[in-house]
């Protein structure tokens, strides 16, 4: 398991495009604001808001308790930074320092290789793997809700300013690279995981993912057209279930307890987008249950639109809008299924730890309790 110059490369791109969606959003939001358009403008500040707050909360409870391992004090100014919204930045800071001196510096063969006893490339790609979860964690609580609210304001007016096309273009690239990214970083975390290689598989399980989350976006966005109460109760509902869900799964990915309520939380709005395995475990069926729920809810809500046409769609638009929700749903489905039956990477049975050349393989990482699949 070695981090490479390709994954330094990997994840500067990241940051470049966490930082270019984070300043999409804020011009975005002061556009709003400069065209007195509030509602759109506070809806759009709040999802960044609810969104870097989480990912604040769990990024200081992973310093603290990577620091408690290490036998250290936590630092106040870890605190200070947290609340600055400068933890993800801070984050990348000693990830990218690790990563390229691991990639570009590091040689196996120094002296000091058997006295070390953490092995720096383990240790970068944890840190990248971290990385990738916060960013995966704020790209769906924040960037599927932004999404969701450009496509209702394109379909609303029929057209959008150049920050609207570039929000709904930045937000597409952000949910495509946090969700394929995270999902090739934790299996490289875990060595009892086969990889994902190749260009096949990744683009693959891309196209499931983008397909499948396009297809429910636009089935909200006219459910909110129709109404937003209702709409409301849905989301509402169904992120309900996905706590529950989480509950009745025992996570186990915090150490802490209140943490832990957190993540479910977490977990229960994740699964109002996409599914996603959060133990590690068999999941045909709930995967199969999911699909099913989704197919059922997005006729349903395809059907009442049928019987009660909205007055600013006119039929020929509202057909347009029904056969791409159809056409993307099904897409999504069939590289669904490419993935898992031909190209999924095919788990190995877990190994014990053992020893090489006197060096204890690690195992211990906390995303051995959380795999997106």
């Not at 809806?43 to 036998?71: E, H, I, P, R």
């Not at 599927?144 to 690239?173: D, K, W």
């Not at 006119?314 to 897409?331: G, K, P």
Request: proline content about 2%; charged content about 15%.
């Amino acid at each position: 398991m070695k981090y490479t110059k390709f994954n330094f490369m990997m994840s500067v791109l990241g940051i470049i495009i966490y930082i270019t969606d984070l300043i999409v959003d804020i011009w975005v939001s002061v556009r709003f604001f400069h065209e007195e358009q509030y509602v759109f403008g506070v809806l759009t500040v709040s999802f960044m808001l609810f969104g870097t707050l989480v990912v604040q909360c769990f990024s200081y409870s992973w310093f603290k308790t990577d620091l408690k391992k290490a036998g250290q004090e936590s630092q106040h100014y870890f605190l200070l930074l947290h609340f600055l919204q400068g933890g993800i930045f801070t984050r990348y800071w000693f990830a990218l320092k690790k990563g390229y001196h691991v990639a570009f510096k590091y040689s196996n063969k120094t002296d000091n290789f058997i006295e070390e006893q953490i092995d720096p490339h383990k240790e970068a790609i944890d840190r990248m793997t971290d990385l990738s979860m916060l960013r995966l964690f704020e790209t769906y609580m924040e960037g599927c809700p932004q999404l969701v609210l450009q496509l209702y304001i394109f379909l609303e007016h029929g057209q959008a300013n150049f920050s609207q096309y570039a929000a709904i273009m930045v937000s597409c690239c952000a949910i495509s690279w946090a969700t394929v990214d995270f999902q090739v970083a934790l299996r490289k975390s875990l060595p009892d995981k086969n990889l994902l290689n190749g260009l096949c598989p990744k683009l693959t399980y891309l196209f499931y993912k983008l397909f499948t989350l396009l297809s429910w976006m636009l089935s909200i966005v006219l459910l909110f057209f129709l109404n937003v109460n209702i709409a409301l109760c849905l989301l509402l509902f169904l992120w309900f279930l996905g706590i529950l869900w989480a509950f009745k799964n025992q996570t186990q990915f915090c150490v802490s307890m209140s943490m832990e309520f957190l993540y479910r939380i977490v977990v229960g709005f994740i699964l109002l987008f996409t599914f996603f395995n959060i133990k590690g475990q068999n999941t045909k069926c709930p995967m199969s249950c999911y699909y099913i729920v989704r197919v059922l809810v997005t006729l349903g809500i395809l059907i009442v639109l049928w019987l009660c046409p909205l007055s600013i769609f006119n039929s020929d638009y509202f057909i347009s809008i029904s056969v791409v929700i159809a056409l993307t749903f099904l897409l999504g489905i069939i590289f669904l299924i490419v993935y898992y039956g031909t190209l999924h990477p095919k788990r190995s049975k877990e190994m014990k730890p053992d020893e090489i050349d006197g060096k204890p393989v690690q195992i211990d990482c906390r995303m051995k309790y959380f795999l997106m699949e």
